[in-house]
């Protein structure tokens, strides 16, 4: 059984920060992609950003230059450092583990909320 838990979720006023952390815990190994997605009332889900586990990174536009992610291969953990919020990005936050071992197998977190308000 594979686990994700999210934590790092909250309140922030516009222009604030908050830092996401996803362990990964369970029988998965050799995790390859990992990321972050989110879903704001009334929308489809959308990814926010992922990284490798060589550590190259892809993110969305509208995020660029406002969040982060990292990892720690040794923990199995990603993170995700959202700077400069604002309303947009209130949403509930999914964390993402991906495995490609003769198939693909996503594993997905309960997710943690998001609000941005003043």
């Known amino acids: 059984q594979v686990q994700l838990v999210e934590s790092g979720g909250g309140l922030v006023q516009p222009g604030g920060s908050l830092r996401l952390s996803c362990a990964v815990s369970?029988?998965?190994?050799?995790?390859?992609?990992m990321g972050w997605y989110r879903q704001a009332p009334g929308k489809q889900r959308e990814l926010v950003a992922t990284?490798?586990?060589?550590?190259?990174?892809n993110y969305a536009d509208s995020v660029m230059g406002r969040f982060t992610i990292s990892r720690d291969n040794a923990k199995n953990t990603v993170y995700l450092q959202m700077n400069s919020l604002n309303a947009e990005d209130t949403a509930v936050y999914y964390c993402n583990a991906r495995t490609k071992i003769i198939v693909v197998l996503d594993y997905w977190g309960q997710g943690t909320q998001v609000t941005v308000s003043s």
């Open positions: 369970g029988s998965i190994f050799n995790i390859d992609d």
């Open positions: 990284i490798t586990r060589a550590g190259s990174k």
